[in-house]
């Protein structure tokens, strides 16, 4: 392989897409490198626009401590526009940081991922890029995508071979391990960035951009395939920890055994450890699902499938894990939701983030509605405009009587919301949590309790509020992963 004659020093940047890990991961590079000249581009106007405001609450993204960097970094030397080919001409390295959702038709369907975007990244820096530039994989993307870009770069390369100003690339795959809620700490403080590239010099050329604020021992080398192999199957590990605790989670709630006891005793072991044990509604997020089922294409793909099948249970196990929980609700409200009243409180996918991407408040929502049930919904980052794409269903404001204690069947199967937890609980025959949003950890269960429609009950799929304070205001009360007597 040929090694790039530029120099390593980098000092404009073009990062394509401007969302949830673009932003944050370049304005948190902006924010720690003050020399280098940061350009975040996207297509979407609106979101661009939304980057640029002066109200820094109303960032696209909502992440904890990004306003502050943002403001640090903005107009000095980060900058959001729409201008992708401007940027990418002046760039020294093109961060592609676009979407790779599932694919939902053609080869592949809902498995691998679908490059359409990334392929047309890659052909707008192979035709708009000047000189030398590394081309940096940052999407999660699946196992061999760069060789898709080098391919697409390569061609340009061999087309603009007689021209004067002749362009060279390199490609590295630098995946992102930053979780959402918690973006800008992992981002200032990561655990190792890994960096898999064929020259040495590109990939020295990036490391030397970390070594701003990461200490050298933390920044990992290795080959392409490795780094894109390496971030699937660590948010796959992690993903079938959710799934592993959740399905035992289902086993203590049958034998009266609690998951929370369960999952203090294993996390001692220092091989399993204890984070990431806490049972919930499912996984959610734009990554987990989508990996895995990206691993589960790839092993069927190069003949193996007992390799397929064993990832594909942990993505099985959540979907049923979230069915089980709306079933469960059903259940105990005497086996109908017709023209009841069911409080939601939390939409987005975890707290500290208005992501609601394969939430599993969705599945959960959906067959709740398809029950008949009346939902009334909080969230406090989540637009209720989002909610009305996720479920496929216009918001229905209620009619005066409807927020009463009394219900009609004439709103079966509809949804509202509301900015006020009180709102959405009063008249509501079930409280449902599903996203451990601090404040629900703080609701008054004796106030909530006065206007619920008894026989009213709790459900806690996220374990946050204190069970002794929601049996003593009378509600009966369910926390998922617990089948001691107190809360049957
Ligand atoms: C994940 C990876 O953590 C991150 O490294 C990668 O870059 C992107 O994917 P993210 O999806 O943002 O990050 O959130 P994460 O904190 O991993 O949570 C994923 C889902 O698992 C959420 O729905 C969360 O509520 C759930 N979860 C997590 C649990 O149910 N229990 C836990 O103990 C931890
Ligand atoms: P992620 O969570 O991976 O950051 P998002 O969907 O939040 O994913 O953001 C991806 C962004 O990439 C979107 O804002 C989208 O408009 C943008 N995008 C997709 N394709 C292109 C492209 N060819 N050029 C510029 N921006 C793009």
């Not at 720690?32 to 979407?44: A, G, Y």
């Not at 079938?240 to 203590?252: V, Y």
């Not at 637009?383 to 479920?391: F, N």
Request: glycine share 8%; with cysteine.
């Amino acid at each position: 392989m040929r090694e790039p004659e530029a120099n390593s020093v980098i000092r404009n940047i073009c990062c394509i897409g401007a969302g949830y890990v673009g932003g944050p991961t370049m304005a948190v590079v902006a924010d720690r490198c003050p020399l280098i000249q940061v350009k975040v581009v996207d297509i979407n106007q609106k979101r661009i626009d939304a980057w640029n405001q002066n109200d820094l609450s109303k960032l696209p993204v909502y992440e904890p401590g990004l306003d502050l960097v943002v403001s640090r970094a903005r107009n000095r030397n980060l900058y959001f526009s729409v201008d992708v080919q401007g940027a990418i001409a002046e760039a020294d390295m093109v961060f592609i940081s676009v979407n790779t959702p599932t694919k939902t038709k053609g080869l592949g369907a809902g498995k691998a991922s679908d490059l359409r975007w990334v392929e047309a990244c890659a052909r707008q820096v192979a035709n708009f890029a000047q000189g030398h530039t590394i081309v940096v994989e940052k999407s999660t993307l699946p196992v061999r995508t760069a060789e898709v870009i080098k391919t697409i770069l390569e061609a340009a390369q061999t087309s603009h071979q007689n021209d004067s100003n002749s362009s060279t690339f390199e490609v590295l795959s630098n995946p992102e391990f930053l979780a959402e809620g918690s973006a800008i700490k992992d981002l200032e403080e990561p655990d190792r960035v890994l960096i898999g590239g064929e020259s040495s010099e590109a990939i020295e050329a990036l490391a030397s951009i970390y070594k701003n604020w990461v200490p050298e021992q933390k920044i990992l080398r290795t080959n392409i395939w490795s780094s894109e192999l390496a971030k699937l199957t660590a948010n796959a590990f992690l993903a079938q920890r959710i799934s592993s605790i959740n399905s035992i989670g289902a086993l203590c709630e049958a034998t009266g055994a609690d998951v929370r006891e369960v999952a203090r005793a294993i996390g001692t072991d220092s091989r399993i450890g204890s984070k990431f044990l806490d049972a919930g509604p499912g996984f959610g997020g734009s990554c987990f699902k989508k990996d895995i089922l990206n691993l589960v294409y790839l092993s069927r793909h190069f003949g193996l499938p007992e390799v397929a099948d064993f990832w594909e249970g942990v993505v099985e196990l959540n979907t049923w894990h979230q069915h089980r929980i709306s079933r469960l609700v059903v259940k105990k409200l005497f086996g109908t939701l017709s023209g009841k009243r069911v409080a939601i409180l939390g939409f987005a996918f975890k707290a500290n983030t208005n992501d609601t991407r394969e939430t599993s408040a969705i599945n959960i929502a959906k067959d709740l509605l398809d029950e008949g049930a009346l939902l009334s919904i909080h969230d406090p980052k989540v637009a209720p405009a989002q909610i009305a794409l996720d479920l496929g269903l216009e918001e229905m404001k209620p009619s005066k009587s409807f927020g009463s204690k009394s219900s009609g069947t004439s709103n079966e199967g509809t949804w509202w919301f509301s900015e006020e937890i009180s709102e959405v609980c009063s008249g509501a025959d079930a409280i449902l949590i599903l996203t451990e949003w601090y404040q629900y950890s703080q609701i008054n269960w004796i106030e909530i309790s006065k206007n619920m429609r008894n026989p009213a009950w709790v459900f806690d799929a996220r374990s946050i509020v204190n069970s002794e304070k929601v049996l003593s205001a009378g509600l009966q009360f369910w926390r998922v992963g617990d089948g001691s007597a107190e809360v049957r």
